[in-house]
């Protein structure tokens, strides 16, 4: 007969070995629409989903992804309900609850308009009485930011819908970046040819893996996701992984045509 003592010893090393099993897959999230960047129904997730994952392999971690709106996916994050979120621009306020993670990927962020639309700077000035488009879940930089609390924001769930209300005439300018317009020359969105950039830039900035600074071990998964993440660049993996990525090469095709 067994003795209930050592059985419920040997239960107890079982859970603790599940658990620890278990701790060894990271739960990561990211937001959907975000292309080529990320989102559930692009190849491998998308590129910095792929870059991400390769990161954490390299250093011998395993990940899990999921994809969720935006302000969702951080927010549990920020509860420790994943590991870690990305990719994020750098705020006060974001910096204030997570680590940030060597940079990713650099970012133009810039402002477009109708080709027929009478803005023709992009200054401040100009655009002070101006309807911007920004997705919610979203962040800016640069004078926008700055100027944030005065602008007109209209907030879609999705960047397809900020450029859907731009050719309608329901706003006037929407805040995106060189790779998401090239997308939308790509069919079927195909609202490249109507779209121009305004020539005065909002700012150029890093996207980030984002760990909760009230993660137990926040810095350690840092560190690690950066040492991947030197290992990819280093050896020229990192460049051979957005090259083959089909929805990167789709953006660098339309950008040539």
Known sequence: MIDPKLASLALCVASLFIRTAAADTLNLVSGNDYPPFAGSSL?????????????????????????????????????????ATFPYLSTPQRT?????????????????????????????????????????GYEVS???????????FVRPRSMEQCHAM?????????????????????????????????????????????????HPDAQELVDTFNAGLQQLISSGKRDQLFLSNPDYRRILDADTR
């Open 43 to 83: 190849a491998e997730g998308g590129m910095l989903t792929q870059l991400v994952q390769q990161a954490f392999a390299a250093s011998g971690t395993t990940t899990k992804v999921d994809f969720k709106p935006w302000t969702r996916g951080y927010e549990e994050t920020l509860l420790l309900q994943y590991d």
């Open 96 to 136: 204030a609850g997570f680590l940030f993670s060597d940079p990713i990927y650099e970012l133009n962020l810039r402002l477009y308009v109708r080709r027929d639309s009478p803005w023709q700077t992009g200054t401040p000035e100009e655009l002070e009485k101006a309807i911007f488009c920004l997705p919610t």
């Open 142 to 152: 640069g004078w926008v930011r700055t100027a944030s609390d005065r602008l007109a």
């Open 166 to 214: 731009l050719q309608l005439g329901r706003v006037d300018v929407v805040v995106s970046n060189p790779e998401e317009l090239a997308w939308q020359a790509v069919a079927p969105q195909l609202t490249l040819p109507n779209v121009r950039k305004l020539p005065a830039p909002v700012a150029d900035v890093t996207l980030h893996l984002i760990v909760p600074r009230s």
